[in-house]
């Protein structure tokens, strides 16, 4: 009887395997873009520094309170682009990052031109190590790679494009390019790989991408979701998208900004509510539960000091999922100028990565409740962007 039983077991999980698809691994690793070469002084004012210092910073995130550096790259990387300019494949196995910006002398000063590099970095090899370089389109950022693992989207925000990637074990090659028509700066796959959502920042919309074969198609199906929508996610069950819309400014700039809130179910999808989060929501994620999501909030911590809507610190708007309705229950500070956050595969961890203070705040979930655990990880410069594998 025993013996039927666990037979029985074993046959309902390999029925749900293969009814869901491959699932992703749990993963470990966190990937953080570290930019070295801009920062922010007192009054604001933004500088430029020699090249040279960036890297890819790679964590393993074994002992969640105790994240532990098992890789640094030396690879250039832009504040400008991120906070998702970088993704990790579901197997864990392989991490892709886009370096939206060259860095060129102009005199005696540094300018930044549009770059088309796209990194990729093989997770697991020890230590972690690049292993290839991709030519995708003008200043690349916001991408996203399908649940399956074996596809890509990139954000090109100079060219109004959006590179689609192929991707078979560490071979990642350039397989399309699909025209968007206004700038583009993130991406986001539905869970059944079937279709994507691209954010359409500058002219405030999130357009409707249709995925069949490895076929990229985009036939200009956009929804209005809110002013500058710099950021795009979809939940874990394929139901909801989410925005976190800039503001007029694309920046913090004093004034509440909100994240659009998409039915995906609807045909055709559309907006559906909008909650307000805060000043500046810039980084944006989902729990791996589906329950929680989080946008990161920049609140002018770059700012002059003197501005009436600077803040020492940045914070994680905390929105609580249920069903099709999404509400704001907290709100945590962490450091400033937070980019990146990604959760832990079990959900009960996030980390965000704070650009001005040079670390990644480690915050608690329980729930709907987040708190922050005071911890942090010091890194080598400037974390412009963060992320784990998206559910």
Excluded at 139 to 163: H, W
Excluded at 210 to 238: C, H, Q, R
Excluded at 239 to 267: F, H, P, Q, R, Y
Aim: glycine content about 10%.
């Amino acid at each position: 009887m025993k013996t039927n039983m666990l037979r029985l077991v074993k046959c309902g999980a390999l029925a749900v395997c293969l009814g869901m698809g491959a699932l992703p691994s749990a993963a470990q690793h966190i990937i953080v873009g570290v930019d070295n070469k801009v920062f922010w002084d007192a009054e604001g004012k933004q500088g430029f520094y020699a090249p040279g210092k960036d890297s890819v910073v790679v964590l393993d995130i074994a002992d969640r309170e105790n994240p532990k550096v098992v890789g640094s790259l030396p690879l250039m990387n832009s504040v400008f682009g991120p906070p998702v300019n970088l993704a990790i494949t579901p197997d864990d196995g392989l991490a892709l990052v886009a370096n939206s910006f060259d860095w060129v002398q102009d005199g005696a000063a540094w300018k930044n031109v549009p770059s088309s590099d796209i990194f990729v970095i093989d997770l697991k090899a020890s230590p972690p190590a690049l292993i290839g370089t991709v030519k995708g389109g003008k200043q690349p950022s916001g991408m996203a790679i399908s649940r399956a693992g074996d596809m890509a989207l990139v954000a090109n925000r100079a060219d109004n494009s959006i590179t689609v990637l192929s991707i078979s074990g560490k071979d990642v090659k350039v397989v399309e390019t699909v025209p968007m028509g206004e700038q583009v700066s993130a991406v986001a796959f539905t869970p059944d790989g079937r279709r994507a959502f691209a954010a359409k920042n500058v002219n405030n919309k999130a357009a409707l991408l249709e995925i069949d074969g490895g076929k990229v198609s985009y036939n200009k199906y956009d929804m209005l979701v809110g002013l500058f929508p710099y950021n795009i996610a979809v939940t874990p069950n394929g139901k909801l998208g989410l925005t976190a819309n800039n503001g007029a400014s694309g920046s913090a700039d004093g004034n509440i900004d909100t994240v659009g809130v998409l039915d995906l179910e609807a045909t055709p999808p559309r907006l559906i509510d909008v909650v307000v989060v805060g000043d500046g929501p810039e980084g944006l994620a989902v729990s791996p539960k589906g329950d929680l999501a989080v946008a990161i909030l920049l609140r002018g911590s770059n700012a002059r000091q003197s501005a009436f809507f600077y803040n020492r610190n940045g914070s994680v708007a905390v929105l609580k999922i249920d069903g099709k309705k999404v509400t704001k229950v907290g709100e945590v500070e962490v450091r400033g100028l937070p980019e990146g956050a990604a959760f832990s595969p079990d959900g009960k961890y996030l980390y965000v990565g704070n650009y001005m203070d040079d670390d990644i705040s480690i915050l608690r979930v329980d729930g709907t409740s987040v708190t922050n655990t005071g911890k942090s990880v010091k890194l080598p410069g400037h974390p412009a962007s963060l992320r784990s594998v998206v559910p």
